[in-house]
């Protein structure tokens, strides 16, 4: 049996989902790019402050308790939002993963040389 890519399983399934919500992201033109950038961000954001509620981060608070298993889920909630806004932004599981691979090598690169300046010019070749 062949193993069906899982990247790529995520995008498709996220299309779906996006075109059942009535969001076709492969067909916006730029002012709608734009509005979904944003919607997604927003999006992410939120789901990012309910991943820091699951975790007991008031320290004068004594009644808060570590909720991996929700936290788990906001994680997942933003994953959503992130191929989402990766789809919106015209890319594919395999352009995520080849950017991915390429931006991976420039932050090892940074790291083996002390990463003491910050130049993002390094970003521009990827």
Same mark, same amino acid.
């Given at each position: ?42 999006? !992410? ?7 820091? #509620?699951?975790?007991?981060? =008031?320290?004068?608070?004594?009644? *808060?308790?570590? $909720? ?20 919106? !932004? ?7 993963? #080849?950017?991915?691979?390429? =931006?991976?090598?420039?932050?090892? *690169?940074?790291? $083996? ?14």
């Amino acid at each position: 049996m062949e193993t069906k890519d899982q990247l790529a399983e995520i995008f498709e399934m996220q299309e779906g989902l996006n075109k059942r919500i009535g969001v076709d992201v492969c067909n916006l033109d730029e002012k709608q790019q734009i509005e979904w950038v944003l919607n997604y961000c927003r999006a !992410m954001s939120q789901e990012l402050a309910e991943l820091t #509620d699951s975790v007991p981060w =008031k320290w004068w608070a004594k009644y *808060q308790t570590f $909720d991996k298993q929700n936290a788990r889920v906001e994680i997942v909630d933003m994953l959503h939002f992130l191929v989402s806004l990766a789809q919106v !932004m015209g890319m594919s599981a395999q352009d995520v993963h #080849d950017l991915y691979m390429k =931006k991976h090598d420039v932050n090892v *690169q940074r790291q $083996d040389s002390g990463y003491t300046v910050k130049d993002e010019s390094d970003n521009k070749a990827l």
